[in-house]
Structure formats: structure tokens, C-alpha cells
């Protein structure tokens, strides 16, 4: 069965600063794989996804996410944040062309100014 | 465009009784919704799928007669919590599908927090 991790339940940057997100899955083929913000009491808004093709995937907000097949890895980056990137981030893989997502437990930004 | 909403944001019920959570896709024909189900700090749980016109399929140890899921429109989804107990408190989060190619992305809504007392 598929699974997602992502090692950091926490993480704090002061604004200006990169960011990586770490995300680890295991799937026996050929991943579809997301990253996915959630903001207080809203729903899940998707970042950006990897599908296949160029492994280092552009997404919304500045954000960018590098697949490394060998690591088994889906890290998001950001090179400068943004007070207003604290959230929640959720990495998922899509199985079944993307129908059934499994979601890592989430890492929770906080920003400092 | 994709956009999902969900009625009510937040609902309060007492022990005993059921609520109905809906879901919206607004702009666009959903095929197929899903509903999770999200604890506190922890991540979100596949409860079930439903596709238009046709009966749920739901994920192991999620208790169908119990989570009752109507998907009667391509734009409109129903989850009925029967019965609802304090355990069954949680923020419930539908997503749904566009369109039936072999790859697609799920659109999510905003979530409902419901509280039994």
C-alpha cells in the first residue's frame, strides 16, 4: 500500500528565508504526487502536482518541488517566504491516475517576522 | 474556475441525531466526489467515494449505514452523519473531480467543523 511522510511537523523561518519541505512516499509504481496548502478552517488548495516529464515541477505562489525517484522524495522549496505562506502543508500520491490520494500527517510553516 | 463549496461551515448537534453535510461544485460538472475526514493535527482520511448515479464505495472501517453519502447531481454531494455521536466530531472536507480522463486533479472544498454534544 501506498504511503506518504513527511518528517517535520513543525518548521519556523523568518520571512526572507528559503524553504524545503520534506515529503518521502512509497508506491510501487509511478507516483502521481501533490503538494497541497491548507489555511485555517479552509479546505486544501493544490500547490502544484507531478505527473510524469520534468522532474523539477513549477507551481503557484513560488513555490517548486524537485521528484527525485531514487530518494523517493517530492521536497517543496520556496527561495524567499512570505508571511502570509504560514499553513498547513499537506504532500499527497495519487493512485489509480490520481483517484485515490493518500496524504502525508502535514507540516505545519510558521513564519517570523 | 473549480470551485467547491460546502454547506454548512460549521454545524452543532446534539448525540442522537443526524446532519446533513453538502457539497457544491460550482463551476463545473463533477464525475466523481470524495469525502474525508480530518482530526485534529492529523491528516486527511479518505471516508469514501461517489460517483453520479450510482452508490458510494467506501474505504475500509468507515461505517456506510452510518455516513450516508448521496451523489444525486454532477454538481451536488450529501454526506448524512446518522445518528452522530461526540466520536464522530470532526472537520469533514469533500473534493471533486472534473472530468473522466486517467489522470485529474481533485478540487477541495472549505471543510465542515461538526461538534456533537
Known amino acids: 500500500a501506498q504511503s506518504v511522510t513527511q518528517p517535520d511537523i513543525h518548521i519556523t523561518v523568518s520571512e526572507g528565508a528559503s524553504l524545503e519541505l520534506r515529503c518521502n512516499y512509497s508506491?510501487?509504481?509511478?507516483?502521481?504526487l501533490f503538494w497541497y496548502v491548507q489555511s485555517p478552517g479552509q479546505g486544501l488548495q493544490l500547490l502544484l502536482k507531478y505527473f510524469s516529464g520534468d522532474t523539477l515541477v513549477q507551481g503557484i505562489k513560488g513555490f517548486e518541488a524537485e521528484f527525485k525517484r531514487s530518494q523517493s522524495s517530492f521536497n517543496l522549496r520556496k527561495p524567499s517566504v512570505h508571511w502570509s505562506d504560514a499553513a498547513e502543508y499537506f504532500c499527497?500520491?495519487?493512485?489509480?491516475?490520481?483517484?485515490?490520494?493518500?496524504f502525508g500527517t502535514g507540516t505545519q510553516l510558521k513564519v517570523e517576522l | 474556475g473549480a470551485v467547491v463549496s460546502q454547506h454548512p461551515s460549521r454545524v452543532i448537534c446534539k448525540s442522537g441525531t443526524s446532519v446533513k453535510i453538502e457539497c457544491r461544485s460550482l463551476d463545473f460538472q463533477a464525475t466523481t466526489m470524495f469525502w474525508y475526514r480530518q482530526f485534529p493535527k492529523q491528516s486527511l482520511m479518505l471516508m469514501a467515494t461517489?460517483?453520479?448515479?450510482?452508490?458510494?464505495?467506501?474505504e475500509q472501517g468507515v461505517e456506510k449505514d452510518k455516513f450516508l453519502i448521496n451523489h444525486a447531481s454532477l454538481t451536488l454531494s450529501t454526506l448524512t452523519v446518522t445518528s452522530a455521536h461526540p466520536e464522530d466530531s470532526s472537520f469533514y472536507i469533500c473534493s471533486a473531480r472534473a472530468g473522466t480522463g486517467l489522470i485529474y486533479e481533485q478540487y477541495f472544498g472549505p471543510g465542515t467543523r461538526l461538534t456533537v454534544t
Open positions: 461517489s460517483n453520479e448515479g450510482s452508490k458510494a464505495t467506501y
Open positions: 499527497a500520491v495519487g493512485t489509480g491516475g490520481g483517484n485515490k490520494l493518500t
Open positions: 508506491y510501487g509504481a509511478t507516483p502521481y
